[in-house]
């Protein structure tokens, strides 16, 4: 099965700084990209996804692709505590039919 | 619009017993997938049923099974429980398998096996 990696964190930040998340994928047939925050004992909510290399903004999150070297990340500006959830990175469009995700990492914003 | 629906939200079952669980995709979402996610744990995909069929199937033993009905609602059995089997179960639907806009995620199942 195709993997996606992230690093598990737990990534603490302070509050008011940027949170990088980074995700590995090795389908290079994968075209569209998402990312899922998941709070404690709740369900994955989707936050961003991005299809074509290059940024995408929306509000205080950018998500960033790079096919070639099969990396996405994203970033979060003026990290709030209520930003502390679990990160999940997902892709699909691949071999696989269904999306990937990634085990997820753990953002800790502390105030 | 309703979200994705899943029942029950809880489910204790006793080790070796069955346990159904229930959902029902978006309103015009045809394709429903499962995922298992023990406590601490990434998520597992189990089952993707399609317009009726079961499209792909995730590295669990065959006592785990389901269905999908006429209108696109899904069942998912677990036969022979173990205490293993203790996770949140989580549905999530979608449109175009999802490649466009992703998956939504039901608020889940949680089966306690003791």
């Known amino acids: 099965q195709k993997e996606v990696e992230q690093n598990s964190g737990p990534l603490s930040v302070p509050e008011g700084a940027i949170a990088s998340l980074n995700c590995t994928y090795s389908?290079?047939?994968?075209?569209?990209f998402f990312w899922y925050r998941q709070y404690s004992g709740k369900s994955p909510e989707l936050i961003m996804f991005?299809?074509?290399?290059g940024d995408k903004e929306d509000g205080r999150f950018t998500a960033q692709l790079n096919k070639a070297s099969q990396y996405v990340s994203l970033l979060i500006r003026d990290s709030q505590p209520s930003d502390s959830a679990t990160y999940l990175c997902?892709?699909?469009?691949?071999?696989?039919?269904?999306?990937?995700f990634g085990k997820g990492t753990k953002l800790s914003v502390k105030p | 619009e309703a979200g994705v629906t899943q029942s029950p939200t809880h489910l204790i079952k006793t080790r070796g017993q069955q346990a159904t669980l229930r959902c029902s995709p978006i309103?015009?979402?045809?394709?429903v997938y499962w995922y298992q996610q023990a406590l601490g744990l990434g998520l597992q995909f189990l089952l993707w049923?399609?317009?009726?069929?079961?499209?792909n199937r995730g590295n669990f033993p065959p006592r785990f099974s389901g269905r999908q009905f006429p209108n696109y609602s899904s069942e998912l059995n677990v036969n022979a429980l173990e205490l293993e089997d203790s996770a949140l179960y989580l549905c999530?639907?979608?449109?175009?398998?999802?490649?466009?806009?992703?998956?939504?995620f039901g608020s889940g199942t949680r089966l306690t096996v003791v």
């Open positions: 999530a639907s979608s449109l175009d398998s999802g490649f466009t806009y992703g998956y939504t």
């Open positions: 389908d290079r047939g994968s075209q569209s």
């Open positions: 991005i299809y074509s290399n």
């Open positions: 997902a892709h699909g469009g691949g071999s696989q039919g269904n999306l990937i």
């Open positions: 309103s015009g979402h045809t394709s």
């Open positions: 049923y399609d317009e009726g069929e079961e499209r």
